[in-house]
């Protein structure tokens, strides 16, 4: 009932807003016909590449990494093996699973053009996709969405951020929207319709609430679980205090709280919302969101440990999204990427400081997987990029290219153009896709 | 009868500088916004009352940390004893957290109040304002427990004082050296280091160099400053050493939980950062180049441009910046006159609708606006984080952003509106919209909300349609 008055107010009071329900819809198609999906997973503060894919074939390893190495293959412990060279961190199980059944594409010494080793700078470049920080205030993949060419209303959204205000990556002029858990009551009509009048005479915020109309419209038939569980934070989510402003003399409400999830699920909300979205053949077809924590300077630790941890709740998430997802994973491509990589040496607390290149990953049913890509520059004392971080082969922008091309069906114009300018160099990867 | 009219000034002056006009007072203030913020910068910022210092803190962690350790220690030499009891060995596991919690709990309360009832609230959105500068976050260790204390020992006594002194004390104040892991940073030729090398051969130890980068490039002369890798690693070598007391501290004359200089861990020898000599001066070293930073040039530019861009526009207009950094630099980084200087930028009382409020700021004048009470002792944290911004959380050392595409979400926008419509429900009734909106926002109201909130359903709609206001969601 309540749904039903929602899209009329949608599409009956918000004119600048995005009607969702249209079923003229025209997204890229992979070759079996179907919408191709697509969701970025940013990873902020420098994923440390060597402990999440070590190189453990490469002879100077073992010297190089001192007591952050990883254990051979098959010890307790041990590196998950890819290849001869390359594995995974023993907490990414699903990843190497995901690798056997050829969904998964490791690409090492990856790096954005930037070389600098600013966290802020760095996510700039990441996501904005041009040489310089600060260049622009949109990002490469809402200009890509932006340049695919369809029969879409142009206020139709086309992506959605899981996280309350879309990241960098995501702004621009393509209609994207944002979702997040929500822990309060839900509006009655009448004083939605009364506030989308009272900003009518505001772009800004009329296009916001039509947009985040829109994106509970889809979310109102979630699942429970996944509308409920919202912070595992044991600092944040202790009911007493959500408790709402008492007045003086106030009547007693019922608390505003929902429940609370399962710890070590940091990303389980996010990841069924996310699936919630882009099950939908009329829904936006790509997803974005933020993954923190990996600025491992202290501590950072080996098989075991606080970078071992923060693998294992990414790895799980990755599981959820896959079996969330359902059919549609076979249409799906999930890109992880981050700022920059960490140095190749331990520093001076048993963790790393901000390095260059670092690895990426792709996955998914899309993927033409079971591969690591790199052109691997080494890690012997000659090899490193400036006497302490492993030297970039593979720019980002290649691989972030050869996925908006192949599987988003972005014009190869635009993506010179619009999406990477200045990136003329970075050459498109090919045969990214399954077939 | 006249009715005085409160001038535009003074909305703005409390809306923007301040934290959020309450009822009455628009019509204090008169008709001189900048008089009234002027006023304000006379007299230290106020204290916080009633909290533990960081070294009470720290020395209760160690404390818990000591049983902590015992106790392990006992279930493993003696697995038979009831020591290894699983539920309790998990209940000792949480104890850090238990202390932390209402740590946290009250610095925060005893924040929001005093941002709540604050007289001079200029001064109050002052010292979030550094605060979140010297960004550190509570999803560190035990951040939770001493973010608060950092605020009120290195930043609040500095807002109207020298920004050499705020850098210097925010610097070497434990919360941040824990943050940025300056505390275990060795330099690789120090005493300390040699005697690793002999008794643990192999063994890696050396500088880390997160607080000189990031003091470099957030908390000074930023990104643009024109540094290089070597300037922050010899920087950060110069840092080597800045440590905290530990538990033993008290049988060398120390105070466990405090500053302490650790001279053995010290790399010897001058250092060069940005073109600048230093020579070995144990702590002295690093305090040199703290004051050279503190005066460079990039350091006024950055500073001036984050107040602007934080008081005027998202894109701050150029001369008013030009003035502040003149300010900064002209007094040798004296911070009421770079405030002076912004008062007086005719940019900052044109458009009153420039800035989009953060959730913090959303927060704040709400419960001004409204009157709402508040505990000193708990604030609602919960609602921070639900709205966007938890207290002492932003997550990484840049602190929060401070632009409308930062913050204006979609999914943010609406919880805003749902929590302004709970409010409504809860506090409509005693409220009336209609007298509060022109006090809360005299000179800005435009006639759309005015007459939104005259055709309300309820005395609760009105509240929630005058929360929710495009003149109330921006400052």
Redesign the interface.
């Known amino acids: 009932m309540r749904l039903k008055r929602r899209e009329f107010l949608i599409a009956g009071g918000l004119a600048a807003g995005g009607v969702l329900l249209s079923p003229r819809v025209a997204f890229a198609r992979t070759s079996s016909g179907a919408k191709s999906r697509f969701v970025f997973i940013i990873l902020r503060g420098a994923l440390d590449g060597l402990a999440s894919a070590p190189p453990y074939g490469d002879p100077a390893y073992a010297a190089k990494r001192g007591s952050l190495a990883l254990g051979r293959p098959g010890s307790d412990g041990g590196v998950l093996a890819l290849d001869s060279l390359f594995g995974l961190h023993p907490s990414l199980s699903f990843m190497h699973q995901a690798y056997t059944a050829r969904e998964l594409i490791l690409f090492h010494a990856v790096a954005s053009p930037y070389r600098q080793r600013s966290h802020f700078d760095g996510q700039n470049v990441l996501e904005t996709g041009y040489p310089l920080p600060h260049a622009v205030q949109t990002g490469w993949l809402n200009r890509a969405l932006a340049a695919i060419p369809s029969r879409l209303a142009p206020e139709q959204e086309r992506g959605v951020s899981i996280a309350p205000t879309a990241p960098l990556v995501m702004q621009g002029p393509a209609s994207v929207t944002s979702w997040s858990t929500s822990h309060l009551a839900p509006l009655d009509e009448d004083t939605l319709q009364r506030i989308a009048d009272l900003y009518a005479h505001d772009p800004l915020l009329s296009k916001k609430l039509a947009e985040a109309m829109a994106a509970q419209a889809i979310v109102e038939g979630m699942p429970s679980q996944a509308r409920t569980a919202g912070s595992e934070d044991p600092m944040m989510s202790d009911p007493a205090m959500m408790n709402a402003p008492r007045d003086p003399g106030g009547a007693r409400h019922p608390p505003l709280l929902a429940k609370r999830g399962k710890p070590g699920d940091q990303y389980a909300a996010v990841v069924r919302a996310a699936a919630r979205f882009l099950r939908r053949e009329d829904g936006p077809q790509v997803a974005v969101f933020d993954t923190t924590g990996w600025d491992t300077h202290f501590n950072e630790g080996g098989a075991k440990g606080q970078l071992a941890g923060r693998l294992v709740t990414l790895d799980r998430a990755l599981g959820l999204l896959k079996a969330e997802l359902g059919p549609v994973w076979r249409e799906t491509a999930v890109l992880l990427a981050t700022e920059f990589g960490r140095t190749v040496a331990e520093n001076g607390t048993q963790g790393t400081d901000h390095g260059t290149a670092t690895a990426a990953y792709l996955l998914g049913g899309a993927v033409r997987g079971g591969r690591v890509v790199a052109d691997w520059p080494g890690l012997s004392d000659r090899a490193l990029y400036q006497d302490r971080d492993l030297r970039p082969t593979l720019d980002l922008r290649s691989i972030i290219k050869g996925v908006l091309g192949e599987h988003l069906r972005v014009p190869a114009r635009a993506l010179e153009s619009t999406v990477f300018p200045g990136s003329a160099a970075a050459r498109p990867l090919t045969g990214l896709m399954a077939a | 009868m006249e009715v005085m009219r409160p001038s535009l000034t003074s909305a703005i002056a409390a809306n923007r500088f301040g934290l959020g006009a309450r009822p009455g007072d628009l019509a204090a203030i008169g008709d001189s916004g900048p008089d009234w913020l002027h006023s304000q910068l006379t007299g230290g910022a106020p204290a916080l009352a009633g909290l533990q210092s960081t070294a009470q803190i720290l020395q209760q962690v160690y404390s818990v940390r000591r049983q902590i350790h015992a106790a392990r220690l006992a279930a493993q030499s003696h697995p038979a004893s009831g020591a290894a009891d699983p539920a309790q060995l998990r209940h000792l596991a949480r104890s850090l957290?238990r202390l932390l919690?209402p740590i946290?709990?009250a610095e925060a309360g005893a924040r929001f109040h005093a941002a709540v009832v604050s007289e001079r609230p200029f001064i109050e959105r002052l010292v979030w304002f550094w605060s979140n500068h010297f960004a550190v976050s509570?999803?560190k260790g035990i951040l939770?427990g001493i973010a608060g204390s950092f605020e009120r020992e290195a930043i609040r006594p500095h807002v109207l004082g020298n920004f050499n002194d705020m850098l210097l004390a925010t610097e070497r104040h434990p919360a941040m050296l824990i943050y940025?892991?300056n505390q275990?940073?060795?330099g690789?030729h120090s005493r300390a280091a040699r005697n690793i090398e002999r008794r643990h051969p192999?063994?890696?130890?050396?500088?880390?160099?997160?607080l000189g980068?990031e003091t470099l490039?957030?908390h000074t002369v930023s990104?643009e400053g024109g540094y290089t890798?070597a300037d922050?690693t010899s920087f950060s070598e110069g840092l080597t050493g800045w440590s905290i007391a530990g538990p033993q501290a008290w049988r060398f004359g120390g105070e466990p939980g405090t500053f302490q200089f650790r001279a053995a861990m010290h790399e010897p020898g001058a250092k060069v950062v940005m073109g600048r000599r230093y020579p070995e001066a144990g702590y002295e070293q690093g305090v040199s180049v703290l004051r050279d930073l503190a005066r460079h040039p990039s350091t006024a530019h950055f500073l001036a441009t984050k107040l602007a861009r934080h008081f005027i526009a998202d894109d701050p207009p150029a001369a008013a910046v030009q003035r502040m950094a003149r300010a900064f630099s002209d007094s040798g980084g004296d911070l009421p006159s770079v405030y002076r200087a912004l008062i007086d930028s005719p940019e900052a009382w044109t458009q009153p609708l420039a800035k989009y409020k953060s959730p913090s700021d959303y927060i704040v004048s709400t419960?001004r606006g409204?009157g709402?009470?508040?505990n000193a002792r708990?604030a609602?944290?919960?609602?921070f984080?639900?709205l966007?911004q938890?207290i002492w959380r932003p997550?990484?050392p840049?602190g929060w952003p401070d632009k409308?595409?930062?913050?204006?979400?979609?999914?943010?926008?609406?919880?805003r509106?749902?929590?302004a419509?709970?409010?409504g429900?809860?506090?409509g009734p005693?409220r009336d919209a209609r007298e509060l909106a022109p006090q809360l926002l005299a000179g800005i109201l435009g006639d759309?909300?005015r007459e939104?909130i005259a055709r309300?359903?309820s005395g609760a709609?009105a509240v929630?349609?005058l929360l929710?206001?495009?003149e109330f969601?921006r400052r």
Do not use: C, H
């Open positions: 957290p919690r946290y709990r509570i999803d939770a940025l892991d275990m940073s060795m690789p192999g063994r890696r130890v050396g500088i880390n160099e997160n980068r490039e957030l990104v890798q922050v419960f409204l709402l009470t508040v708990k609602p944290v919960g609602l984080y639900l966007g938890p997550g990484s840049a409308t595409a930062d913050w204006n979400g979609a999914s943010e926008l609406l919880k509106i749902e929590w419509d709970a409010l429900q809860r506090v005693r759309e909300t939104s309300a359903e709609q929630t349609l929710a206001s495009p969601m």
